[in-house]
């Protein structure tokens, strides 16, 4: 059961980024996942999630507007596009998996599976 998230780097304040969460292991479809991050001296937060069937998301207010989640079951994968990006987006960026509920979940307790973080930097 791995998750490998990927797709962080560089980035000026206004510019935009696509985030990509592979699953492999096992069928991730049955799963509800979401994005977190973490920023130097910070609690790990929530940003975005998805059900398994795409239907509902959920954000953080933080990112409303301007993160899209969005997910492609054929292929296990999870994507965060983030546009208009700021100086305090700079975070490691992690995905998770869960079992699904509803509401769905925005805490960082309520996921079973992680991957390894991605780094976004944003200079302003």
């Known amino acids: 059961v791995q998750l490998q998230a990927s797709g962080g780097g560089l980035v000026q304040a206004g510019g935009s980024l696509r985030l990509t969460c592979a699953a492999s292991?096992?069928?991730?479809?049955?799963?509800?996942r979401g994005w977190f991050r973490q920023a130097p001296g910070k609690e790990r937060e929530f940003v975005a999630a998805?059900?398994?069937?795409?239907?509902?998301?959920s954000y953080a207010d933080s990112v409303k507007g301007r993160f899209t989640i969005s997910r492609d079951n054929a292929k296990n994968t999870v994507y965060l596009q983030m546009n208009n990006l700021e100086p305090e987006d700079t975070a490691v960026y992690y995905c998770?998996?869960?079992?699904?509920?509803?509401?769905?979940?925005?805490?960082?307790?309520?996921?079973?599976?992680w991957g390894q973080g991605t780094q976004v930097t944003v200079s302003s």
């Open positions: 998805i059900s398994r069937t795409g239907g509902r998301t």
């Open positions: 292991g096992r069928t991730f479809s049955y799963y509800d």
């Open positions: 998770a998996a869960t079992a699904p509920r509803a509401p769905l979940g925005v805490g960082e307790n309520e996921y079973k599976y």
